[in-house]
Each structure stands twice: as C-alpha cells, then as structure tokens.
C-alpha cells in the first residue's frame, strides 16, 4: 500500500510573495486525492513541495515518517524514490525520444536490462496510449500526447506516491476520461497514494477519494469528496459551475464593487457563464472490471466511518447513502445524521482533515 503524506502548518512565500499558509492536510495512503483551486493559488508550488523541490519556510511534510523539511539530502534523496510526478509541462527531455525519456528513471535508479526495461517502458506507454509514438521527440508530439507520456515516465517505477499535475490540460474530453480511468485503474493495482492537482470539474467529482481546494494563500477545505462536493461555500460553488459570479475573479483579488457590479449585470440578463447548475454528488469512476479491487475503497469507507459525526450534514447524509449497499437506516442504526456537532457558527470555519478529525479548523477568514 502507498505511504500516508502529512503535511502540517505549512506556509510558503517567494520573498515578499506569500503563495499559502498554515496548510495542514493528510493524503490518507493508497486513496487518490485531488487539490483544486483558482490559477496561481499555489497548486504546483504545494505539489512540488512535497517532493522536495521547493521548501516552504514553515511546517512539516511527513512522509514515511521522515519530514522531508528538516532530513538530511540523502535521506530525501531516499523519499523521493518512493515518488511519481508528472510536471505540468510534462518536463521531458527535449533531445530523447519518448522511449528514452519513459525509460530514464528505470536506467537512472534500477539495474534492471535492457530487455526487461523495454517491457515496461511498452507497457506503460501502451497505458497512456502512445504505442507507436516511441521514435518520437517531445517536440514533435502534441501537448496532450507529451502529457501523457510525462505520465508513463511517472508510473515506470511502480511509484507508492503519485502526484500528476494537470493530467487533463492539453487534452480533449475523451483522453482526459481515459487518463482518469488509467489513474483509478492505477490506484487499483498498485494501491499508491495519488494527489491529482486539476481545474477540471468533471474530473474533480468523478475520480478523487478526497478533495481540498487553494483559495487566497489557504487551504479552504480538505476532506473525503462529499465535503467538497456538497459544500456551500461560495468559492466552491463558484469554481463548480465556472460562473464569474462569486469571488474568484480574473485576478486573484475581487472586491466587493466589482461582484456587485457583476452581479448587477447578471441580474440585468447578462450571461454569467458556465452552462449548467453543478450541485450534489455524481457517483465516483471505478476501476475497469478485470482489474484488482481498489483497495481504497473499503478503507475510506472505514475511515469516513470514524469521521463520519464531525462532517457537515450534506455531507454526512451523502456518505450515509453511498455507504455499501448496507442504507443508513442498517449501518447506523442511531446515529441521526441531522444531529451533529459539525461547526457552524459565524466565522464559517470548515474543517480540514487531519487524522484525528476535523478538529483542527482551516478555513477561510
Ligand atoms: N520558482 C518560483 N519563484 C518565484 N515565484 C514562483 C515560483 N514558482 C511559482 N511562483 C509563483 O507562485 C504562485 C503560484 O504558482 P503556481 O504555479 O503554484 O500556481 P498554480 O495554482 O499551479 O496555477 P495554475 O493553475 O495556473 O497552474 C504564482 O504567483 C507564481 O508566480
Ligand atoms: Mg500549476
């Protein structure tokens, strides 16, 4: 099974520039989590800190037991072989074929022959579909296609985590559902910790165990996908249905004239855009049948068990309707989902997940 990532109060900045702070959240192990938000939130800047390539100045990244922010380089080294990433750009090699680009990291940390790295260097492209395209250089790929060999690169070592960038960007809507089912099939085989950072909605509520959103320098939320999926936060349900109504704006700071400037020209019949009201919970994509049991499946549901009290109520009765098969009334014979201690006040704190519950509040202020 992957490793559980624990990441807590972490904070980064870029000289004067903060990106986010006081993230705290838990990828529980072998479940496939995504991170979301609005463009320049610090998604790729999160991603590429938990691997060690950029170092948040505050906070702890456990991994494996090991916080990566405060361990030698070759113990990071050491984790980070325990690794997978596809890059948003794909950062592949320009002057290597896709072959040898798929190839690298077997010839770079395995003594494997060359026989046997040709095995798997087929079989992942043929999972991404790029049989027949090996000869070729990045540059004479389309976008989509070197994403998709950027994420046969990051599965060649059978990685326990795995974290894709934008796996859906550069691809039309079909390629970005087979690159989800490829991802939950993946989770089903190898059982890794998979975080998926994307803009892509459909994407975002039909794949991942537990989803967290980026939103002006914080971590709205983080938790198992009912959380996110039923939420009432403005900025969620704004990001859901890509309308310009709500408080994402063009550029990171909207403030209160301009949504109601814009909420005036809505009300006037202006089309706010998005094309269809995005509300509650779609089922998730399973794996393709032939393939192992996802593993994940049953531990969440153990997990969000145990968790299940501290939820916010549109959340608990989603879980409660998904669970097994067993209905609410047999799993949870009284427990009443209405009744929780779930926090509501004033302040509009929701919760992020941390292993013990969502006692620890992160929200927006
Ligand atoms: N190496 C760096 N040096 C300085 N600033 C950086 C660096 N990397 C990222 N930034 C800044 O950090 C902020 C967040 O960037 P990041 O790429 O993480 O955004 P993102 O959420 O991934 O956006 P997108 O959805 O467009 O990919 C941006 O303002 C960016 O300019
Ligand atoms: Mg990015």
């Given at each position: 099974m992957g490793v559980e990532v624990s990441v807590e109060g972490l904070t980064k900045s870029f000289g004067s520039q903060r990106i986010w702070q006081d993230v705290s959240l838990t990828l529980p192990a072998g479940e496939v989590s995504a991170l979301l938000g609005p463009s320049g939130t610090g998604k790729s800047v999160f991603l590429k800190s938990l691997i060690g390539l950029l170092r948040p100045e505050q906070g702890s990244i456990i991994i494996d037991g090991t916080d990566i922010l405060q361990c030698s380089s070759k113990d990071l080294y050491e984790i980070r072989k325990l690794f997978g990433v596809l890059f948003q750009d794909g950062a592949l090699f320009g002057s290597m074929n896709l072959y040898d680009n798929v190839a690298f990291p077997l010839r770079e940390h395995t003594k494997k022959s060359e026989s046997d790295i040709r095995k798997i260097v087929m079989s992942k492209l043929e999972l991404v579909g790029l049989l027949g395209a090996e000869d070729k250089l990045p540059g004479e790929i389309s976008g989509g296609m070197r994403k998709r060999a950027g994420l046969a690169r990051a599965l060649v070592l059978d990685p326990e985590i795995i974290l894709v960038d934008?796996?859906?960007?550069?691809?039309?809507p079909v390629r970005t559902t087979y690159i989800s089912q490829t991802l939950i099939d993946i989770n089903a085989e190898i059982d890794a910790t998979i975080l998926i950072v994307s803009h892509n909605i459909n994407l975002a509520r039909t794949v991942p165990d537990n989803i967290g959103m980026l939103f002006r320098r914080q971590l709205v939320m983080f938790g198992p996908r009912e959380v996110l999926l039923t939420s009432d936060e403005p900025v969620v349900k704004q990001f859901l249905n890509g309308t310009m109504i709500g408080p994402i704006g063009m550029s990171e700071e909207k403030d209160e004239a301009q949504m109601a400037h814009e909420q005036a020209l809505v009300d006037a019949g202006h089309h706010a855009g998005g094309v269809e009201d995005v509300e509650g919970i779609v089922p998730q994509m399973q794996a393709t049948p032939g393939m192992p049991v996802r593993q994940a499946v049953g531990r969440r549901q153990d997990r969000v068990r145990q968790i299940l009290h501290t939820l916010p109520p549109a959340a608990q009765a989603a879980i409660v309707e998904s669970l097994d098969g067993e209905g609410a009334a047999t799993a949870y014979p009284e427990h009443d989902y209405r009744e929780h201690d779930y926090r509501d006040d004033d302040t509009q704190v929701i919760p992020a997940y941390s292993p013990e519950g969502y006692d620890q509040p992160h929200g927006m202020k």
């Open positions: 934008e796996p859906d960007s550069g691809l039309d």
